[in-house]
DNA sequence: TCCATTATGCTCAGGATAAGTATAATACGA
DNA sequence: TCGTATTATACTTATCCTGAGCATAATGGA
């Protein structure tokens, strides 16, 4: 490695680095995360661990009792501007997305699933765009983007806000998680922004969270909205076995927004990815349903190949 | 944050937290990166710093005088097995992708461009599959599967080489540049495995890099080559002015293959992303072709509606 | 003048996609 | 027992996207 002049006359450069999960689960078509009071699950990397993700693991498994299955990194953040001294040692929180079932956790621990429309209201799409967002969201982006001195600034925070949001008659891109979040902070209309000395009054609707662990959340959601559109990866948050419409009523759960029914079944099942058992499901309303299981054996060439997922235009 | 067993009795989990750039810059129909000796521009996270980007910048225009422009974070490593002892102070590498142009550089440092196809000679397939994966890699990697002890381990492995690198008439897939490398790493077939203490005789040609700079380069690649395909990050690496066949050889040289040319135009075009400057391409064989600039005002709104690239399936 | 070379316009076939129509199978209440 | 609500599943249709190829235009040089 090449020397370069040195920005601090501190010899030890030691940081401390979180590794904080975000840790996700479906169940009757509520998307859910693992919580610790306002926290996700986290806790300090240390020697002992022999990587970030066993290290990860370690931690979840301890606060939560539930057992890691599919992992994936997601973000690494400093924390800047929290801590105004510029001399305290820096804070890195390596984020991770993890997916699971609700099932087989233990009741005795602090942590709990919560769903996490709870923490982004203005996500859930599924019943048509939330009232909120013209009734709250929208006037007060409008009133912030006025707020700005010069017009090209004005005009800036106006098309980003309709961009982000959908207004305007835009379409709404279910993907755009965290920059909605983002926006949100900036123009100070939710408590971490209030929080963090900015003045606001927190208007917008929505749980918040410790620290920066709100953002994190948004940064995995936006990741798993994305990756179900091109992995197979809804099949880690599925029952070993189900029916073609709870496949749907999951994916239609991540995403926010509902799905053309006929032309799902139809891209599930050109992609290979599942198989009948032969059984039906039992205790349905109208016609029973063949059940389905995922076919383990296509991963390996799906996860090249790439799955899609047909939204809906209107 | 939730309390939970300490996994070590150290009191201290400080470790140590290297920024990692992936400099890339496009001339003359070649990808390059920034290179100093055998490692990519990088230095330790101080306290100085406000943010992880901040420190990034400061290092590499240290280091190679050149001032970054776009950059995104690519993905935090920690040194796993390199130190045998678990009780040694981690070391994390948070690695970022940065894009610019060849020119402006100061030419007294010790930093350098070099082709990024010298350190992965089996990604360029422009010119077609290249020869030396039907003669070294392809047996290699066929000789390793062979080695395994079980059949499925046999079958898994050979299956694994077939789709990474497109053997048994499989589409050759430009993305997975990572799983490439690891693939030849954990068969023992480059300099890096063999140094990391594996058995091995480094068979497949292209320069190796200090510690798992290599592993980070390509991590950068495969972002960079996934990526061009629904954002518009290729004028970051474009000259003001430039004709169209030019963009193409961009996106080319990158992709590590060729493109369908009146496809490619009439992409480009319906995205509105670049617009004509009236003046023509001087200098050129045959017709003169029309000078393009980049209409830096759809980025707001083409950032979100994605951009896609039309590869030839020859 | 002919040819090599690059630019640019246009067509066409096949496949994917969004959306709608129609029919089948079940439970339940009047 | 007969509708009716509800869900499952099979087809149809129109449109758009994509890969691929053909044709023509403009330039310089042999």
Redesign the pocket.
């Known amino acids: 490695m090449a020397k370069a002049p040195r920005k601090a006359e501190t010899s030890i450069d030691a940081t401390t680095a979180d590794l904080v999960a975000v840790l996700v689960a479906v169940t009757e078509g509520e998307p859910k995360i693992m919580t610790i009071a306002t926290a996700l699950p986290s806790g300090p990397f240390q020697f002992g661990h022999r990587s970030l993700q066993t290290g990860l693991r370690a931690w979840v498994e301890a606060q939560t009792g539930h057992p890691l299955g599919y992992v994936e990194q997601l973000y690494t953040f400093a924390d800047h501007g929290r801590t105004g001294d510029a001399r305290a040692p820096h804070r890195i929180s390596i984020s991770y997305l993890g997916l699971t079932r609700e099932d087989q956790v233990r009741e005795d621990s602090q942590a709990h699933w919560s769903g996490w429309y709870e923490y982004f209201p203005w996500e859930d799409h599924r019943a048509g765009t939330p009232p909120l967002i013209a009734k709250i969201v929208a006037p007060k982006l409008r009133a912030w983007a006025k707020s700005a001195e010069s017009t090209s600034v004005q005009k800036a925070r106006s098309q980003r806000a309709a961009i982000t949001f959908g207004l305007d008659d835009r379409a709404w891109n279910e993907e755009l998680v965290l920059q909605r979040y983002e926006l949100l902070y900036e123009a100070s209309l939710i408590p971490e922004a209030v929080r963090d000395k900015r003045a606001g009054e927190a208007a917008v609707p929505g749980r918040a969270m410790i620290s920066d662990h709100r953002r994190i959340l948004a940064t995995g959601i936006a990741r798993l909205r994305a990756k179900i559109k091109y992995r197979p990866v809804v099949f880690e948050l599925m029952p070993a076995e189900f029916?073609?419409?709870q496949l749907q009523r999951s994916v239609e759960a991540l995403a926010g927004r509902t799905v053309?029914?006929?032309?799902f079944r139809r891209?599930i099942e050109q992609q290979e990815l599942v198989e009948e058992t032969g059984a039906m499901a039992a205790e349905?309303?109208?016609?029973?349903?063949?059940l389905f299981r995922f076919r383990h054996g296509v991963v390996a060439e799906r996860a090249v190949a790439g799955t899609?997922l047909?939204?809906?235009?209107?």
């Open positions: 029916t073609l419409l053309h029914k006929q032309n891209l349905t309303v109208g016609r029973p349903a063949k899609k047909p939204l809906s235009r209107s």
